[in-house]
Antibody
Framework: EVQLVESGGDLVQPGGSLRLSCAASGFIFSNYWMSWVRQAPGKGLEWVANINQDGSDTPCVDSVKGRFTISRDNARTSLYLQLNSLRSEDTAVYYC?????????????WGQGTLVTVSS | DIQMTQSPSSLSASVGDRVTITCRASQSIGKYLNWYQQKPGKAPKFLIHDASSLQSGVPSRFSGGGSGADFTLTISSLQPEDFATYYCQHSTDGPTWTFGQGTKVEIK
């Protein structure tokens, strides 16, 4: 059974940093692109970043460029998102998701999400 | 960047109704269009890929159509468990991807 379990969400002050983790199991992690998607309270879904199988390709949305870094550790079957210079508008539930190239590059499995709150 | 616009933003319907949601891309995206369903407090669920291919386990009352820039999600006979918010998402060789703003399907 595919499982994605996020952790690391917390209350952090503006300008602060946080590292989110996503533990993957039930599939060959190193074979898949992975992604982070976020959802601000009461708002829609926003794609944040993708990472390819070896971590060499990491596109992201313009609003987080230079502040967030996506990475992975295939040996630990884990996905990460380093969040720096946090702003109030980064407050959201952050989901990790698996990208399935065999299904239109859709997000076929999602974690339960971890809440990041940026506030003083 | 490609923008995705869904309509309507919300709709009210009754059990048994046929419901259609539209998603329009700001430029042609071929068939690189996916649909998701999200219920309150839950992660999204993958429904349809490549504009019209049903993901495994999704009921056949859901169908998708379109290509290029205009797409639809249709629920042929709305069931109580279908009341949720639906999102489209493009997955072209971007490299960036975007979701539509969502369509909330509510009980009339």
């Amino acid at each position: 059974e595919v499982q994605l379990v996020e952790s690391g969400g917390d209350l952090v002050q503006p300008g602060g940093s946080l590292r989110l983790s996503c533990a993957a199991s039930g599939f060959i992690f190193s074979n898949y692109w992975m992604s982070w998607v976020r959802q601000a309270p009461g708002k829609g879904l926003e794609w944040v970043a993708n990472i390819n199988q070896d971590g060499s390709d990491t596109p992201c949305v313009d609003s987080v460029k230079g502040r967030f870094t996506i990475s992975r550790d295939n040996a630990r079957t884990s996905l990460y998102l380093q969040l720096n210079s946090l702003r109030s508008e980064d407050t959201a539930v952050y989901y990790c998701a698996r990208i399935n190239y065999g299904s239109g590059r859709g997000f076929d499995y999602w974690g339960q999400g971890t809440l990041v709150t940026v506030s003083s | 960047d490609i923008q995705m616009t869904q309509s309507p933003s919300s709709l009210s319907a009754s059990v048994g109704d046929r419901v259609t949601i539209t998603c329009r891309a700001s430029q042609s995206i071929g068939k690189y269009l996916n649909w998701y369903q999200q219920k309150p407090g839950k992660a999204p669920k993958f429904l349809i890929h490549d504009a019209s291919s049903l993901q495994s386990g999704v009921p056949s009352r859901f169908s998708g159509g379109g290509s290029g820039a205009d797409f639809t999600l249709t629920i042929s006979s709305l069931q109580p468990e279908d009341f949720a918010t639906y999102y489209c998402q493009h997955s072209t060789d971007g490299p960036t991807w975007t979701f539509g703003q969502g369509t909330k399907v509510e009980i009339k």
